[in-house]
């Protein structure tokens, strides 16, 4: 056991957090410990953002840890709940519905992935520790999410009560050689700091910085270009406030020394408007662009990209999806490429709207540009890979 994973069990903070890097062990910790904590006859909680995250990570973290110990008695699946060797019990439950974790009263409970949930239900969850005329206690895991996640005002500064630690990806032995240099690589120096050394960042303005991105002022030779959209949710609110439309073109250099952003098209359009907008963008880059389309999950999603791509014939178009990834995620392996000098501007009207976007991303008003300009980098970048996500 990691140094920092001990103390994290020595630890009797009535709530523990343990931050670490993708791939630290935090899981690991953070099963082993509830079985560890267990007292006979007692109830217990694992939580976890999404039934998905749920099945697929918490729960097999934990009944692998169970057997390895050889402390599971029964797992019963349809009802989610585990029983010990001790006779100690062990519910399974999504924060999706923070209300629904009312009810039972706990002897402890441990939250993974606690930067994925709302703080509503890390209310809810504490005021159920009070079983046999006992405080339990809470522990959580979890990469951080910034300086103003609940996560952060509760267990780093969350006074006497609280403790947290903190173990970067390096730490854990049991992964692949050059595993962290690998996810190091795609991204940018602020960025790993949170997700390889599981340290707290304000990403806002440290993410990108304008300095990043060199202007040119004549278009080099491309090997290839791409025209990525981004669109809007809701082009108009009531304030006038709405989301933007935006079509980022981008082209892979000849000259091998990376990436240029040639232009940025940014407007608020809705229904058929967008349709005309794609079109009359396409015939002005011409046929030799390559066209993505954004496709949100859902019937709806699908509908749409069909009929845009009806409404483009003759040009190449890519239906691709976000892949479940969040839009700071997704921009990483451009952001990484460009904060190592490998990333220029064509010079334009639109460049002082976009490295104000940048600048701010991804805590800004409006993120339609970057998540446009990630798409299209992406797109040249893993030409092979229909998705927006690292895989």
């Not at 991105?213 to 709405?242: H, S």
């Not at 008003?365 to 798409?375: C, G, K, L, S």
Request: charged share 25%; hydrophobic share 45%; with cysteine.
């Amino acid at each position: 056991m990691h140094p920092v994973q001990a103390a994290f069990r020595r630890s009797r903070a009535l709530y523990r957090g343990f931050t670490g890097g993708r791939g630290a062990g935090k899981s690991w910790i953070g099963a082993h410990d509830l079985l560890m904590r267990s007292k006979p006859g007692r109830l217990y909680l694992v939580a976890a953002p999404t039934y998905k995250m749920l099945a697929d990570a918490s729960i097999r973290a934990f009944t692998q840890r169970a057997a390895e110990l050889r402390f599971l008695r029964e797992m019963n699946k349809s009802a989610m709940v585990a029983t010990l060797g001790n006779g100690a019990q062990v519910l399974f439950r999504s924060t999706e519905h923070a209300d629904a974790l009312r009810g039972p009263n706990l002897s402890g409970a441990w939250f993974d992935e606690a930067g994925e949930m709302d703080e509503d239900a890390f209310l809810v969850a504490i005021a159920c520790l009070r079983e046999g005329g006992e405080q339990g206690w809470l522990s959580a895991t979890f990469t951080p999410r910034g300086r103003g996640h609940w996560t952060y005002r509760v267990f780093a500064e969350g006074g006497p009560e609280a403790e947290l630690f903190c173990a970067p990806t390096a730490a854990n032995p049991f992964l692949p050689a050059g595993f962290a240099d690998t996810l190091r690589g795609q991204y940018t120096s602020a960025f790993a700091e949170q997700e390889l050394e599981g340290r707290f960042i304000e990403a806002a303005g440290t993410v990108a910085r304008r300095e990043w991105f060199g202007v040119m002022d004549a278009a080099p030779p491309t090997r290839r270009k791409v025209r990525a959209w981004d669109f809007a949710a809701t082009p108009e609110g009531a304030n006038g406030r709405g989301d933007w439309t935006a079509g980022a073109l981008m082209g892979e250099r000849a000259d091998g020394a990376g990436w240029v952003l040639l232009d940025m098209v940014r407007a608020k359009v809705a229904g058929g408007g967008i349709a005309r907008l794609v079109r009359a963008t396409a015939e002005a880059d011409g046929r030799g662009v390559e066209i993505g389309l954004e496709q949100e999950p859902g019937s709806g999603g699908k509908v749409a990209v069909a009929y845009l791509t009806r409404e483009l014939a003759g040009f190449t178009v890519r239906a691709v999806s976000p892949a479940g990834r969040d839009k700071l995620t997704r921009a990483m392996p451009f952001l990484a490429q460009a904060e190592a000098g490998n990333v220029r501007l064509l010079r334009g009207e639109w460049n002082r709207a976009w490295l104000d976007e940048a600048a701010s991303f991804p805590g800004g008003e409006h993120d339609d540009q970057m998540d446009a300009t990630a798409h299209a980098f992406n797109m040249l970048a893993r030409p092979r890979y229909a998705g927006f996500s690292l895989g």
